[in-house]
């Protein structure tokens, strides 16, 4: 018993002893694992931690039997009203930079104006992008081209169900941001025209600046005053509960620079322009439509509006200047919603409708102020009117340093100055004068000799004072 008890003692006591030793082994293992993680997290950073680990999931996920999933991306959020889907744009521009020598299906193209070669995705071939050790493959989907036109485009980016997660959390925004970044550094500026329907585009390649323009120095600073200060407010419009846009009217005669100062307001805040001509559009949902395929951060143009029928001012003598209750239910107005109204307009106008669409500036130019209806015109529509007159002094002095390189002063400024006081020209007329001869004194001389003979064709004629500028059915330039 005692023979047997010494047994037991001696089988407990090595029973308990490997027991400590196993646990010696277990603390000692745990502790070195934490001094291990801990080492780790101050060494190492964060990021690479992760790209670590994504690569090592990567490798394991290649000998594990793969289960696809795949997300589909339209060109067009919703194919009946249209909205564009900025992923899909955001892929068109992003993939082509992951195009490798193994893609057999290229396209290659030359912008005009441009010195260096682009490379397109098309639907012939699939795009592998590899982000953090894990692969996605992208498959462009072109339709035929009716199915183009009734937007059927789209990508369909495939991968491995388990990283589902990570696509939505980190890929796709990955793409977005790699967009942006792309689109701001080589920023091709884009004009966008509504015609069939459709938002046509073309390269924006007007070369006017706010450095360019003849404009006086005060009016200048202005203008570009306020379209900072509209970027910089973003919350503050949301505060407010203001949608955030910015009108302008730009009102003048033809030829005093209207399309030179769009051109230089899209240069400045590197927007978008989307000329639309109001003719076009036949029903306040087209509008709406067009609108909505717009894209954010753009300069929306509508040109001439006064020689639209529907925003003349209206001449019912006690009618309020907003015609949206005016509208009662009678058939009449049923076939009314059908058409382009101005109330569809002053819908816009507030963000009542859902057009979507933020940080945008709307531009109305028109050469008869007077006749556009006073509802569009007041703040909140078009916050600032910016007049675009006649060329005088300070002015010109611009022209005189973009045409002809001086810079100062000039023994002819004066008399030109008092000249300009008597007639009212127009920058384009006394810009085509500039031009006319190559040696700069020459054409002020001209420019003298040509100012003289208008003041004296007036006095003449018996007017005081007479107006030159550009005939109305000139193209505009943008
Ligand atoms: N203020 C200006 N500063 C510099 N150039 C100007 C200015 N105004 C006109 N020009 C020159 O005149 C030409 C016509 O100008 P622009 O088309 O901008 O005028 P507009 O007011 O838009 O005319 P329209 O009403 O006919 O469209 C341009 O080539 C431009 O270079």
Same mark, same amino acid.
């Given at each position: 018993?005692?023979?047997?008890?010494?047994?037991?003692?001696?089988?407990?006591?090595?029973?308990?002893?490997?027991?400590?030793?196993?646990?010696? %082994?277990?603390?000692?293992?745990?502790?070195?694992?934490?001094?291990?993680?801990?080492?780790?997290?101050?060494?190492?950073?964060?990021?690479?931690?992760?790209?670590? %680990?994504?690569?090592?999931?990567?490798?394991?996920?290649?000998?594990?039997?793969?289960?696809?999933?795949?997300?589909?991306?339209?060109?067009?959020?919703?194919?009946?009203?249209?909205?564009?889907?900025?992923?899909?744009?955001?892929?068109?521009?992003?993939?082509?930079?992951?195009?490798?020598?193994?893609?057999?299906?290229?396209?290659?193209?030359?912008?005009?104006?441009?010195?260096?070669?682009?490379?397109?995705?098309?639907?012939?071939?699939?795009?592998?992008?590899?982000?953090?050790?894990?692969?996605?493959?992208?498959?462009?989907?072109?339709?035929?081209?009716?199915?183009?036109?009734?937007?059927?485009?789209?990508?369909?980016?495939?991968?491995?169900?388990?990283?589902?997660?990570?696509?939505?959390?980190?890929?796709?925004?990955?793409?977005?941001?790699?967009?942006?970044?792309?689109?701001?550094?080589?920023?091709?500026?884009?004009?966008?025209?509504?015609?069939?329907?459709?938002?046509?585009?073309?390269?924006?390649?007007?070369?006017?600046?706010?450095?360019?323009?003849?404009?006086?120095?005060?009016?200048?600073?202005?203008?570009?005053?306020?379209?900072?200060?509209?970027?910089?407010?973003?919350?503050?419009?949301?505060?407010?509960?203001?949608?955030?846009?910015?009108?302008?009217?730009?009102?003048?005669?033809?030829?005093?620079?209207?399309?030179?100062?769009?051109?230089?307001?899209?240069?400045?805040?590197?927007?978008?322009?989307?000329?639309?001509?109001?003719?076009?559009?036949?029903?306040?949902?087209?509008?709406?439509?067009?609108?909505?395929?717009?894209?954010?951060?753009?300069?929306?143009?509508?040109?001439?509006?006064?020689?639209?029928?529907?925003?003349?001012?209206?001449?019912?003598?006690?009618?309020?200047?907003?015609?949206?209750?005016?509208?009662?239910?009678?058939?009449?107005?049923?076939?009314?919603?059908?058409?382009?109204?101005?109330?569809?307009?002053?819908?816009?106008?507030?963000?009542?409708?859902?057009?979507?669409?933020?940080?945008?500036?709307?531009?109305?130019?028109?050469?008869?102020?007077?006749?556009?209806?006073?509802?569009?015109?007041?703040?909140?529509?078009?916050?600032?009117?910016?007049?675009?007159?006649?060329?005088?002094?300070?002015?010109?002095?611009?022209?005189?340093?973009?045409?002809?390189?001086?810079?100062?002063?000039?023994?002819?400024?004066?008399?030109?100055?008092?000249?300009?006081?008597?007639?009212?020209?127009?920058?384009? %007329?006394?810009?085509?004068?500039?031009?006319?001869?190559?040696?700069?004194?020459?054409?002020?001389?001209?420019?003298?000799?040509?100012?003289?003979?208008?003041?004296?064709?007036?006095?003449?004629?018996?007017?005081?004072?007479?107006?030159?500028?550009?005939?109305?059915?000139?193209?505009?330039?943008?």
């Amino acid at each position: 018993m005692v023979k047997k008890h010494g047994l037991y003692s001696h089988n407990s006591l090595s029973s308990f002893k490997s027991a400590s030793s196993w646990f010696e %082994v277990y603390a000692a293992f745990s502790t070195l694992t934490i001094l291990l993680r801990t080492a780790i997290n101050d060494l190492i950073p964060h990021q690479l931690r992760s790209y670590i %680990v994504s690569k090592l999931e990567g490798f394991f996920c290649k000998y594990q039997p793969s289960n696809k999933a795949s997300i589909k991306i339209n060109q067009f959020w919703d194919e009946t009203c249209g909205e564009r889907n900025e992923l899909f744009e955001a892929a068109l521009t992003y993939l082509p930079t992951k195009i490798t020598h193994t893609y057999k299906s290229l396209k290659v193209g030359r912008r005009q104006n441009q010195k260096h070669l682009e490379l397109a995705v098309d639907g012939g071939d699939d795009v592998v992008d590899e982000f953090e050790g894990v692969k996605y493959t992208w498959k462009l989907n072109e339709g035929s081209r009716e199915e183009s036109m009734n937007r059927k485009n789209n990508f369909v980016l495939t991968f491995n169900e388990k990283q589902r997660q990570r696509v939505l959390d980190q890929y796709i925004p990955h793409v977005v941001k790699s967009y942006e970044a792309m689109k701001n550094e080589r920023r091709i500026l884009k004009l966008y025209s509504w015609l069939d329907d459709f938002w046509n585009e073309s390269d924006l390649s007007h070369p006017a600046t706010f450095d360019s323009l003849a404009l006086s120095p005060e009016l200048k600073k202005d203008i570009v005053d306020d379209l900072d200060r509209f970027l910089r407010r973003k919350e503050l419009y949301k505060k407010v509960g203001k949608a955030w846009k910015r009108g302008y009217l730009l009102y003048g005669p033809p030829g005093t620079g209207k399309s030179s100062l769009i051109a230089a307001m899209a240069n400045h805040l590197k927007f978008d322009v989307y000329d639309l001509e109001l003719s076009s559009i036949i029903s306040n949902s087209d509008l709406m439509r067009c609108m909505k395929e717009a894209s954010n951060r753009c300069i929306i143009v509508i040109e001439d509006i006064d020689c639209n029928k529907e925003v003349h001012a209206r001449s019912k003598p006690n009618g309020s200047s907003d015609d949206r209750d005016s509208e009662s239910d009678s058939e009449g107005s049923k076939m009314k919603s059908k058409r382009f109204t101005l109330s569809g307009l002053l819908n816009y106008m507030d963000g009542l409708s859902t057009s979507g669409g933020e940080e945008r500036i709307i531009i109305f130019t028109t050469n008869h102020k007077e006749k556009i209806d006073p509802a569009l015109l007041r703040p909140g529509r078009m916050d600032m009117h910016i007049h675009m007159s006649f060329l005088k002094g300070k002015a010109f002095r611009m022209l005189a340093s973009n045409y002809l390189g001086i810079e100062g002063d000039h023994p002819l400024f004066q008399q030109i100055d008092d000249l300009l006081e008597k007639v009212e020209i127009t920058p384009a %007329v006394v810009g085509e004068q500039l031009l006319r001869y190559e040696d700069p004194h020459r054409c002020l001389e001209e420019l003298v000799q040509f100012l003289q003979q208008k003041v004296k064709d007036s006095n003449c004629d018996g007017v005081g004072r007479v107006v030159f500028s550009r005939s109305f059915d000139t193209d505009s330039l943008i």
